[in-house]
Every structure is written in structure tokens, then in C-alpha cells.
């Protein structure tokens, strides 16, 4: 299965690890991708995509240890990857770009297509929408 990992201002991968030997024993897992983004002073957050194999009960238990520290979230396969993310909702206006991320459809991709934005036009607008969103979920 995949795991996509969400947490604010803590070591991600740190508490991720401990709290998965703590709970479910030394499960072997493979990082697919990581993601670091400073919001503004002092707020940083974190995001990656993990793979390993656990069961029902091993997720639930581990998702519960989780708590609000780290959102944890099982992803299907074509969500995977971060490139899988769907861009062109960036080439729309801004307003346009607002209601689509509120129907939560972009919430997997929320970071790279922030980071998208930032490395594409860079308009302050959108990233402030971006990163808005980004802040509720």
C-alpha cells in the first residue's frame, strides 16, 4: 500500500519511523517521494509518499498513534507520484483555481502545485489560494 504523509512543523519521516516501530514492529517501507515547504516564518511543512505492507488492523493501529501530529493517508497507486499531478488546473484564472480547490479534488497535489505555481508564473494570487488551502486541510 501507499501512504501519503502530511505534518506541520515536525520531523516528518523522524516521528513517521518511531511511531511505526512502536506500534506495528520493524516494518520495512520504501520512501517514494518527499516534499519540504517553508509557508512563512516559522511554519514549515511536510509532506511524502511511503510504500509498505501492512495490514487492516496494523493501519489502523498505526494511524491512531499518528493522531494530529501527521495526517496519513492510503493513496491508490495512479496517485502516487507527484508528476502524476494535474497542472493545468494552474492555467486557469485565479478565481477559477480558488473553486476548484475547494471541491478537494486537488488536495493530494496541493504541494506540487504550489510548487508548480512558484517554478511556473508565479502569480502571488494563486500561491496565496494554494497555500489557503493547503492551511485548511
Known amino acids: 500500500m501507499h501512504l501519503y504523509l502530511y505534518g ?13 516501530k512502536e506500534t506495528v514492529g520493524d516494518v520495512k517501507y520504501e ?7 517553508r509557508l512563512h516564518v516559522g511554519r514549515i511543512t511536510q509532506s511524502a509518499i511511503v510504500k509498505l505492507e501492512l495490514t487492516s488492523a496494523q493501519l489502523l493501529k ?3 498513534a499518528l493522531g494530529e501530529k501527521i495526517k496519513c493517508e492510503v493513496i491508490k497507486e495512479s496517485e502516487e507520484k507527484e508528476s502524476d499531478a494535474p497542472l ?6 485565479v478565481t477559477k483555481l480558488r473553486k476548484a480547490l ?6 493530494l497535489y496541493l504541494q506540487a502545485l504550489l510548487e508548480a505555481e512558484q517554478a511556473g508564473k508565479t502569480r502571488k494570487t494563486a500561491v496565496a489560494v ?3 488551502r ?4
Open 8 to 20: 506541520e512543523n515536525i520531523n516528518l519521516l523522524s516521528f513517521f519511523q518511531n511511531t511505526l
Open 31 to 37: 520512501l517514494l517521494d518527499k516534499n519540504t515547504v
Open 62 to 64: 498505526l494511524g491512531t
Open 88 to 93: 493545468e488546473v494552474l492555467d486557469q484564472s
Open 102 to 107: 475547494e471541491t478537494g479534488d486537488y488536495d
Open 130 to 132: 494554494i497555500m489557503e
Open 134 to 137: 493547503i492551511e485548511e486541510v
